[in-house]
């Protein structure tokens, strides 16, 4: 090619179309990939300012999926605490629903005659909420028909200054009154000069002798009992003529009212809130506020109350109260198991699992999800009865404590519920500020590399006017040549 000679003006247009090829083809390229800037040759600094830029926002892009699965994350842990808070209050409303049962079973008890029962009947009450250790009450209560018992000397017409020598006591002779518990002794040291008054005075003055002495209209000395379930014994190195030992007043017993033992079975501690006796009638009614079975002791088979505690009658348990335990004990199962399911890709924030999320490309900003000490949020840890048998919803101060530790439980939920609430709203501005900042990153590389298409579009069409004035330039650069041959010729 060296050898040809080419003329100037031919030369001339081949350099320019080669030019405008070459700035023709840069423009194709721009329009072809978008780019004005396609390698580190064309713009060095902007393109390695772009690069940058792009790195970090493809960096951003993948912290993007795990703030996704986290999100998720929250949400499946959320949708577990509001299920559970549902059936929390599903758990309170069967409480609620047995405290207000009353269905409690009664029964009525004929009783007997007075003169029936005697000392030894008793009503005897064990099993439903009273337990395995009976409680009995008495049946009967004593009253004697019968004065106080009395004892007096044989002699008549005494004074308060009869010495003891004309009762018959000598010098150093004792008498000795007692109740059958305490007694007081009284010596005649000089029964010349002692008399009757300081008899009586001796045996009034000691307050623990349930035993009065003193001289009736007939002036004999009498020691009289305090009351009438009191003996009086007598003794001593002396004796007064007609005074002697006297045993307390046969007993009787008269079976207590129908009312008298409706207040006596209400008073009684240990079974208030256990079983409750009202007046039906004339009958004691009693009613077991029990989910189980009450044994009353001393009820016959025909029903009437006889204190033999060889017969026993049973009332039967409250079924309602006992069928609401069961659902009681079904619901917290469904509790745990919640929180069982509760997971997301592998994840259980409400076992305890803890969620780590990265929000920057050098891992400065994260932040780590769960729950307060990493506790399982189940039955156990809620504070809520694992188990929760009949007999635990027998009293409503047992229903009530319930009650009050499912209200506790509840506000754990809630609470823990706003907490990963708060946590998802921060997770979720991370996310919309990450995918801002993804498109600001790449906006900026784009200004730094993309190329403008309407520009280069008009450049491509001001080339392609060149080129084809470029090459008629030519071929009248050629013609000249051609010009000279015809000469030849």
């Not at 031919?10 to 990939?33: E, H, P, Y």
């Not at 040759?41 to 951003?60: E, M």
């Not at 949400?75 to 629903?97: F, I, P, V, W, Y």
């Given at each position: ?158 004074t308060g200054a009869t010495t ?217 840890n809620l504070g809520v009865a ?104």
């Amino acid at each position: 090619m060296a050898d040809i000679s080419l003329s100037k003006a031919v030369r001339s247009n081949l350099l320019s179309l080669k030019g405008t090829a070459d700035m023709m083809a840069s423009t194709q390229n721009r329009l072809a990939t978008g780019n004005k800037v396609n390698s580190a040759l064309d713009n060095p600094s902007s393109w390695f300012t772009a690069k940058g830029l792009t790195n970090r926002a493809s960096d951003l892009g993948a912290l993007m999926d795990s703030m996704a699965n986290g999100v998720k994350t929250l949400e499946a842990a959320d949708n577990g605490l509001s299920a559970m808070t549902k059936t929390l209050e599903s758990m309170q409303s069967t409480l609620r629903q047995a405290r207000q049962d009353k269905s409690f079973q009664t029964a009525s008890y004929t009783m007997p005659a007075d003169g029936v029962l005697d000392n030894t009947s008793v009503l005897s009450f064990d099993g439903g909420a009273v337990g395995d250790t009976p409680v009995s009450i008495n049946l009967t209560s004593q009253t004697n028909s019968a004065e106080a018992a009395t004892t007096a000397s044989t002699a008549t017409g005494l004074t308060g200054a009869t010495t003891m020598a004309d009762l018959g006591l000598s010098d150093g002779q004792t008498i000795i009154i007692g109740d059958g518990t305490d007694t007081v002794t009284f010596t005649a040291t000089t029964a010349a000069t002692a008399d009757v008054d300081d008899l009586i005075a001796a045996i009034n003055a000691d307050a623990n002798v349930d035993v009065t002495a003193s001289l009736n209209d007939d002036g004999q000395l009498v020691f009289t009992a305090d009351d009438n379930e009191q003996q009086i014994t007598v003794a001593g190195t002396g004796t007064i003529a007609g005074l002697s030992a006297q045993a307390v007043p046969a007993a009787v017993y008269a079976t207590k009212s129908v009312d008298a033992l409706v207040s006596e079975i209400n008073a009684n501690a240990d079974l208030d809130g256990k079983i409750r006796a009202s007046n039906d009638n004339g009958k004691l009614r009693i009613e077991n506020q029990s989910t189980q079975d009450l044994n009353v002791d001393g009820v016959g088979t025909s029903g009437v109350v006889d204190g033999s505690t060889a017969d026993v009658s049973s009332i039967d348990g409250n079924s309602v109260r006992a069928g609401l335990a069961d659902q009681f004990n079904e619901l917290r199962d469904q509790l745990d198991k919640l929180a069982d399911d509760a997971s997301f890709n592998g994840i259980n924030l409400l076992r305890g699992d803890k969620l780590s999320i990265t929000f920057n490309e050098t891992g400065t900003s994260a932040i780590d999800i769960q729950t307060e000490d990493g506790e399982t949020i189940n039955s156990a840890n809620l504070g809520v009865a694992t188990t929760l048998e009949a007999q635990n919803l027998d009293s409503d101060t047992n229903i009530d404590l319930e009650l009050g530790k499912l209200k506790s439980a509840l506000n754990e939920v809630r609470s823990q519920a706003s907490t990963f609430g708060s946590n998802l709203s921060i997770v979720e501005n991370r996310q919309t500020f990450t995918d801002s900042m993804i498109n600001t990153l790449e906006a900026g590389a784009g200004n730094l590399t993309l190329a403008d298409m309407n520009t280069e579009a008009a450049n491509l069409l001001a080339l392609q006017t060149r080129q084809s004035l470029s090459q008629n330039s030519l071929s009248l650069a050629s013609q000249a040549d051609q010009s000279i041959l015809q000469l030849i010729r």
